[in-house]
C-alpha cells in the first residue's frame, strides 16, 4: 500500500500557511455566494459563514484575533472590486464575522465539555448555535442592507427576517456536513450494490414530484427519503444529501420551478392537493423514525442477550453473571442470608462423550445439563457456564450446610438423569467443589473472586477422590494445588 502525501491547507506552525489559506477560502466561497445574488444585492444562499465556521472549529488555533481580522479583510478586499457598497460592506461584512466568530465559539466551547469526540454530531446543538449566531449576525447586515437596492424607504423588520432565515437555514444545512466531513474511502465505495442507491433515488424523485405538483406542501416531499438516506447511509452522507437537497429546493422555489403559490402548477390541483400530501408525508416521517428506532432496541436487546447469556445453554456467560451479582446487591441488599456460596461443577469425562460420539452430541448434553442444574436450583441461585465442561453456581445461603445440601442435590439429579441423543442414552455424573464465605463488607461480586479459587481446589479434590463427589471448604482437605485437574 502507497503512503500518499496529505496536503493540509492549515497547521500550527505555519502561520504564513493559515494566512493565505485563510485569505484563500474567504475569497473563494465569498464568491460563491455572490454568484448567487438576487436583484436586491442580497444572497440567496451564503455558504461563506458556514464554511469558516467549521474550519474555526476545526482547527482551533485559528481562533485568533489576526485571522479573523485577515477573513474580515478579504470580505472587504472582495466588495471594494466588485460593489459600489462603500461603508456598508463594512457592517455587512462585520455581520459575516459576528456569525462566524459566535457559531465557533459556541461550538468549540460545547466541544470542551464532551467526553467524546463526537460532539460535532449532536443536530439539536448545531441548531441552537446557528440559531443564536443568526439572531445577532443579523442586526448588523439589516442595519447595513437599508437602502442597498436603491429604495431608501425599506423598513427594517423584513430586512432582519430575510437575513435571520438565510444566515439560519444556510449554517443548519451546512454544518453538520462541514463538522462531519472525511475523505471517502475507495474501498467502502467499490463494495456498494445497486440497492444501495435506492435512498438517493427516492430523494431525486421526491424533488421531482415536488417541482411538479407545486404548493407549499410539496417542500416536505424529500423528508421521508432523507429518513431512509439517515438509516442507510454513514452520517457523513447523509448530511451531504441533507446539505445538497435544501440547497436545490431553496434556488428551485427562488427561481419558480417550484411553485409555492400553486397559480399555474404542471398538474390541475388545487392548494389543498399539495397540503393533503404534504401533511402525509410529514406524518409518516415519525413512523420510520419509530420504525427504526424499535429495530436498534432489539439489536441492542439481542446484543445484550448474546453478551450475558451463553448461546448454547442459556444460563449466564461469566460477564453475565458479574453483571447478575451487581443486580441482585441493588435488589436485595439483605435478604438474611450472610453466606455466599459458590460450586464449580465440571462434568465428568466430558471428552470421553466429544471423542466417541461427537462435538453434536457433546452440545446436546452441555445444553441438557445446565437445564438440569437450572431446574434444581431454581430461585435460590444463579448459574452460569464459564468454559467448556465447566459451570458455576452462586447462592445466598444461611449456612455451610444449606449449601452443601443445594450441591448434593444437583449432583444426584445429574446422577439419576439419563441424557438422550439419536436414540442412545447417556449416562454422566459432575464433580463439585464448593466454598462459602460471609459477605461482611465485601460486595457479591468481590466474595465471589475470593471463593472461586477455594472452590476450585474443593472441585479438584473431588476429583482426586473418584469423581461423582460434593467437597466443600468445611471438610478438613488436604492443601491442594491453586487449580484443578481436567480431565481430558
Not at 203 to 231: D, E, K, N, Q
Not at 270 to 297: E, H, K, W, Y
Not at 352 to 372: K, P, Q, T, Y
Request: proline share 4%; glycine share 6%; hydrophobic share 50%.
Amino acid at each position: 500500500m502507497v503512503n500518499r502525501p496529505k496536503f493540509l491547507f492549515f497547521s500550527p506552525e505555519k502561520m504564513l500557511l493559515n494566512a493565505i489559506s485563510v485569505f484563500a477560502l474567504t475569497t473563494l466561497f465569498y464568491f460563491f455566494g455572490a454568484s448567487l445574488r438576487l436583484v436586491n444585492d442580497l444572497s440567496l444562499f451564503w455558504p461563506l459563514n458556514a464554511v469558516l465556521a467549521a474550519i474555526f472549529v476545526r482547527n482551533p488555533w485559528l481562533n485568533k484575533a489576526v485571522y479573523y481580522f485577515i477573513c474580515y479583510a478579504a470580505m472587504l478586499v472582495y466588495d471594494a472590486f466588485t460593489t459600489q457598497w462603500g461603508w456598508q460592506s463594512t457592517i455587512i461584512n462585520f455581520s459575516n464575522m459576528v456569525f462566524i466568530v459566535t457559531a465557533a465559539r459556541l461550538l468549540l466551547r460545547y466541544s470542551r465539555n464532551m467526553d467524546e469526540s463526537n460532539w460535532a454530531l449532536n443536530a439539536f446543538n448545531i441548531f441552537n448555535f446557528s440559531l443564536i449566531a443568526a439572531i445577532l449576525s443579523s442586526l448588523f447586515g439589516a442595519v447595513g442592507s437599508l437602502g442597498i437596492s436603491g429604495d431608501y424607504h425599506e423598513k427594517f423588520m423584513p430586512l432582519y427576517a430575510d437575513w435571520v432565515s438565510e444566515q439560519f437555514s444556510t449554517g443548519v444545512l451546512m454544518l453538520p456536513c462541514l463538522l462531519t466531513a472525511s475523505w471517502p474511502s475507495w474501498r467502502k465505495l467499490s463494495g456498494i450494490v445497486p440497492s444501495d442507491m435506492y435512498p438517493l433515488f427516492a430523494v431525486v424523485i421526491a424533488v421531482f414530484t415536488a417541482m411538479i405538483i407545486g404548493g407549499a406542501g410539496s417542500l416536505a416531499f424529500p423528508l421521508p427519503a432523507l429518513i431512509w438516506c439517515a438509516i442507510r447511509y454513514p452520517l457523513p452522507v447523509t448530511a451531504l444529501l441533507t446539505l445538497i437537497t435544501g440547497a436545490v429546493e431553496i434556488v428551485l422555489v427562488a427561481h419558480a420551478a417550484i411553485n409555492l403559490h400553486s397559480e399555474q402548477p404542471l398538474l390541475l390541483v388545487d392548494q389543498m392537493f399539495s397540503a393533503r400530501l404534504g401533511i402525509a408525508t410529514i406524518a409518516i416521517c415519525p413512523l420510520i423514525v419509530s420504525i427504526s428506532v424499535d429495530a436498534i432496541n432489539q439489536l441492542i436487546k439481542q446484543t445484550s442477550l448474546r453478551a450475558d447469556y451463553d448461546y448454547l445453554t442459556g444460563v449466564y456467560s461469566r460477564s453475565g453473571l458479574f453483571e447478575a451479582l451487581k443486580r441482585s446487591a441493588r435488589q436485595q441488599p439483605d435478604i438474611g442470608q450472610p453466606l455466599l456460596c459458590v460450586m464449580l461443577l465440571d462434568i465428568d469425562f466430558f471428552k470421553r462423550i466429544n471423542d466417541s460420539w461427537g462435538h453434536e452430541c457433546g452440545d446436546m448434553v452441555l445444553a441438557s445439563f445446565a437445564a438440569r442444574v437450572l431446574d434444581t436450583v431454581g430461585n435460590r441461585g444463579m448459574v452460569a457456564r464459564i468454559g467448556g465442561e465447566e459451570f458455576v453456581v452462586v447462592c445466598r445461603t444461611r449456612d455451610p450446610k444449606q449449601g452443601f445440601e443445594i450441591a448434593e442435590q444437583i449432583r444426584k439429579t445429574i446422577e439419576a438423569s439419563s441424557f438422550h441423543y439419536e436414540q442412545r442414552s447417556l449416562f454422566i455424573t459432575v464433580s463439585i467443589g464448593l466454598a462459602e464465605a460471609t459477605l461482611g463488607n465485601n460486595t457479591l461480586e468481590a466474595t465471589f473472586n475470593q471463593l472461586i479459587p477455594e472452590a476450585d481446589k474443593n472441585l479438584y479434590l473431588s476429583k482426586r477422590q473418584g469423581r461423582n463427589k460434593t467437597s466443600s471448604s468445611s471438610q478438613n482437605a488436604d492443601e491442594l494445588p491453586a487449580s484443578h485437574i481436567s480431565d481430558s
